[in-house]
């Protein structure tokens, strides 16, 4: 009987316990001679059914249940880091605290574990100035990107940080608030500047006017060595909704018509053109091309590398 017993140790040992935590999220790739990190800032929950306008709860909840969701979905919140050999430039900054414990807030974390410090950052750039992607500017009480020029649209800064648009529209004055505790900082040190529609920031960014989400509100195309990538911000946020019926708008749009325009203006370009597209809440890293699909789109991932063969890959550029 002994013989044909399984060995066991002598005392049981309970089973490891479950960590329930993701590591520091980066993602990185090459854009010709650009180095591009994406950074997680983690995930906020959103029930879509409740947010999402021009349409149904009922529809909404029937296009999640095709990729096998339901509400309230987490919705990633990501940033993006340029290196361009010659300036570090970060696409947004993530939620910072304003959504409380466990709501984003990461990406700090991120930034260190991607090699690279708050002090190093040379130009952030917003897409625009809603709390989850301006949040991070500040820590506590201090600039958390010290040495950073922050730039805006024009006419973004001018709508939140102007006084006397905060009794306007039916925009919750708190958002004003959040605005000027984020970006006024960065104005009074000196370290705010504004841009106009098309204008280029660094050599080989350059800023493309969407308003509509917000009135100022920008996406960036990055180009080198003839490989490009559109940083789309919030022309896009629920993709299994969205993709499918790109004219679903979000309550959080401050003028729904031309958002949903914009959003088909640049549906319909990226996917004749094949651009790789960055977004702020697609799943992370949020890098992706979009396919025509009947009367809506794909999102066709970006292929995963490793990084390893990116030094050969150089060279035969090179």
Known sequence: MLAGAPLLP??????????RTQSPGYHRMLLGDFEVTV???GTVPQTVSEVATRTTPERVRELLSRDHLADPVELSINAFVINTGTALVLVDTGVGGFFGPGVGGQLQQSLRAAGYQPEQIDVVLLT???SDHSGGLMS???RAFPNAILQVHAREAGFWLGRENTAKGPVDPKYFEEARAMVGPYQVAGKLKTFGDGDTLVPGIRAMSTPGHTPGHSAYVVESRGQRLALWGDLMHFGSVQLREPSVTVAYDIDERAAAAQRARAFTEAARRGDLIGLAHMPFPGLGRLSAEGKGYRWIPVNY???QRWQNAQGRAE
Do not use: C, F, M
């Open 10 to 19: 002598s005392a049981v040992h309970a089973a490891a316990p479950q960590v």
């Open 39 to 41: 950074l997680s800032d």
């Open 128 to 130: 625009h100035i809603h």
């Open 140 to 142: 506590n009480v201090s």
């Open 305 to 307: 590398s490793s990084g």
